[in-house]
């Protein structure tokens, strides 16, 4: 494959995932507020709630209430997870049991780096390549990446929160783009997504690899890759 000018990463499931499931913060900041709920039911609830949300996008908004929003838009992801599990009436304070929650992902603690991505960036940023961030996330990403030791490979961030739309939709890619002032079809982007990361770049005309992160689905997907099949 030519090399190409810049490489674009998703950011969570791609080069970092959660230590345990979402279920299991959850299930135990609220056990810190006196609400005992089974983590493997906050999993379930949480899937249901996070694909049912709009998309973390706010299009045509002042920069200064992105924050706001973002905060506002978690909270409700969240208290639906509690209701739909049925102990939403349990909590005496579930602003503040939220507002922990909130900070909790925004801390390295939850977080773990995959094995394979330090030496794979480093590879990458000897050849020359430029390296950026596209995500649909929110702006604890930049507080994340300086936590995991991560900050210092990527020369661009663009996260949908603040872009105004989300994966896959092609304007975020196109925003990402521009900061490397780079073509499409010299540019790759990689990611855990089919749907986000694989059908949103090829539709914005990038180069896109479905990166490898559940080996069950390796056996029935013929495009997914693992990192050190890249380099």
Same mark, same amino acid.
């Given at each position: ?7 674009? $990463?998703? +950011? ?8 345990? @499931?979402?279920?299991? %913060? #959850? !299930? ?68 503040? $049991?939220? +507002? ?8 390295? @603690?939850?977080?773990? %780096? #995959? !094995? ?70 010299? +540019? ?14 090829? !539709? ?28």
């Amino acid at each position: 494959m030519k090399q190409p000018k810049v490489i674009f $990463f998703d +950011a969570v499931n791609t080069l970092f995932g959660i230590r345990g @499931t979402v279920g299991d %913060v #959850y !299930s135990a900041i609220a056990a810190q507020f006196g609400v005992e709920v089974a983590s493997q039911l906050l999993d379930k609830a949480f899937f249901l709630s996070f694909k049912n949300a709009p998309p973390l996008a706010f299009p045509n908004v002042d920069p200064l209430q992105v924050l706001d929003l973002e905060f506002q838009w978690w909270y409700e992801i969240a208290y639906q997870t509690f209701s739909q599990v049925g102990v939403i009436e349990k909590f005496t304070d579930f602003d503040a $049991f939220f +507002a922990q929650l909130y900070n909790c992902f925004a801390q390295v @603690t939850p977080w773990f %780096v #995959y !094995s394979d991505v330090f030496s794979t960036l480093e590879y990458w940023q000897k050849q020359g390549i430029e390296l950026g961030i596209i995500s649909n996330f929110d702006s604890r990403i930049y507080e994340v990446l300086d936590l995991l030791g991560l900050s210092d490979f990527f020369s661009s961030i663009t996260i949908s929160s603040s872009t105004g739309a989300a994966k896959p939709n092609p304007q975020i890619f196109a925003v990402a783009l521009d900061k490397h002032d780079c073509l499409p079809h010299q +540019a790759w982007h990689i990611g855990d997504s089919f749907k986000e990361d694989y059908e949103g770049a090829k !539709s914005a005309g990038i180069n896109a690899f479905l990166l490898e992160r559940n080996r069950v689905e390796r056996e029935f997907n013929n495009t997914i890759f693992s990192l050190e099949e890249l380099l």
